[in-house]
């Protein structure tokens, strides 16, 4: 007879609560248990002729059954299963496997070393004092079961020992595959949990160098303010001069590029600041027309020569975090205009706005982040151009760490991006060929 404790590992189709994975599978595989002892106790009378006792037997099966029927409504509850539950759970296995050993030969049937799969499997999945006492009992149930047993009747005495011998060879095999197979399961686990220790470690590395980066941004913020000041203060004076003095009149473009540059750091610098204060109040969250609006009439002008075309009329949408949503964003439109930049008038940039759900689109070589949380409506911001495209080997390194790339960028910006989108629960994307140009996809969730 087998035990359903060598089964712990096995798959099951349907899909439970996380809190009670084991409980499913011992409900489940329980039943592949009472089917597996059916067979064999039909196999044994029908076949061998072997004269078992079947009411005992078949009444141990109905308290499988009932045993199971009370695993099944405890699943209903939400409590997770804790180890003294997982343990009487195996231990009422190995007691079912006692008392059908008792009826079928005790010691002496071939498939008493079943034990053994139910033992494997409580050390895997009990601490060390259930397992031991699950050890212990499994050990008292084979030390009684060579004095206290109900002997097989087999009426051809003669093939007995060929009975016993096939029966030894059949429970060897499955014992063998059930450890194999169980451990091989455990040691995969045991690898994906490094795996994800790794992953974890990495983001926790990334976060570290992430947080180095805004500090020094932050200095960075603190240190031009007062320059930029003083050089704000120096165009006013050259303004006044330039109005008593016509001679300088020629420098009057000059000037007016100086001093829409100034106006441009000095916005960059106020919302820095007014995301910071709306982050504190926890107001980071607009509708998404009006916002993307705004930042891309700032983008222009600090890129007038650039052309960009957008589709952004989505009224109603709401969405949160846009501070990060817009670094992302500028990042993306700042990258594709200096790849648009060598094809002068010919060059453009396209940024849309749509549903995740109106398109599928595939997976690109370069992919990092997570997608939102399955039942949340989200959306996707495209950016696209037709520039020198990236080549692929720079196409997997971007948003890992910082490149060293031939047009002079760093990766830094991408590198933040990538981190941003985790960050606020979405998903960035980048698709390129060489020659023809490069597609980013920023998938985030809405309000």
Request: with cysteine; net charge neutral; charged share 15%.
């Amino acid at each position: 007879m087998i035990s359903l404790g060598s089964f712990l590992a096995a798959p099951v189709a349907r899909v439970d609560p996380p809190q009670h994975l084991l409980l499913s599978r011992l409900f489940w595989l329980r039943w592949a248990m009472v089917a597996g002892e059916l067979l064999v106790l039909a196999g044994a009378h029908a076949w061998l002729h072997i004269a078992l006792p079947m009411s005992p037997l078949l009444a141990l099966i109905l308290l499988q059954l009932l045993i199971n029927g009370g695993t099944r409504l405890r699943m209903r509850w939400a409590r997770p299963a804790e180890q003294g539950e997982l343990f009487m759970q195996l231990w009422l296995d190995v007691a079912v496997l006692t008392a059908l050993l008792y009826f079928s030969g005790g010691s002496t049937n071939p498939f008493v070393s079943f034990y053994l799969p139910a033992l494997a499997a409580g050390a895997a999945i009990l601490n060390w004092p259930y397992a031991a006492l699950l050890a212990l009992s499994a050990l008292g149930g084979y030390s009684g079961l060579v004095y206290f047993y109900q002997p097989l009747h087999i009426h051809d005495h003669g093939q007995a020992m060929a009975y016993h011998l096939a029966g030894m060879w059949i429970n060897f095999t499955i014992s063998a595959l059930l450890i194999t197979w169980f451990v091989g399961r455990i040691a995969a686990a045991v690898r994906s949990r490094d795996r994800q220790l790794g992953q974890a470690r990495e983001r926790q590395l990334q976060s570290h160098r992430i947080l180095a980066l805004g500090t020094q941004a932050a200095g960075a913020a603190h240190a031009l303010n007062t320059p930029l000041s003083t050089v704000a203060v120096i165009a006013g004076e050259l303004r006044r001069e330039m109005a008593d003095n016509p001679a300088l009149s020629v420098y009057d473009e000059d000037l007016r590029i100086v001093e829409e540059q100034i106006a441009v750091c000095k916005a960059a610098l106020d919302s820095m600041r007014l995301d910071a204060d709306a982050q504190l109040r926890n107001e980071d969250s607009a509708a998404i027309t009006p916002w993307l609006t705004s930042l891309l009439e700032g983008w222009r002008l600090r890129h007038p020569a650039v052309l960009l075309v957008a589709e952004v009329h989505q009224p109603g949408w709401v969405a949160s975090q846009l501070q990060d949503l817009s670094q992302i964003l500028l990042t993306l439109l700042d990258n594709a205009a200096h790849a648009v930049r060598g094809r002068g008038h010919q060059g453009e940039i396209r940024l849309r706005l749509f549903a995740a759900d109106a398109i599928h689109a595939p997976d690109a070589p370069s992919q990092r982040g997570t997608l939102a949380k399955p039942g949340k409506k989200t959306a996707i911001i495209e950016v696209s151009d037709n520039g020198s495209g990236i080549a692929p080997e720079l196409l997997q390194r971007l948003g890992h760490g910082p490149v060293v790339s031939s047009s002079g960028g760093s990766g830094i910006g991408l590198m933040l991006a990538f981190a941003s989108a985790t960050h606020l629960g979405g998903k960035l994307r980048l698709r390129s060929v060489p020659g023809e140009g490069t597609v980013a996809q920023l998938r985030f969730p809405l309000r």
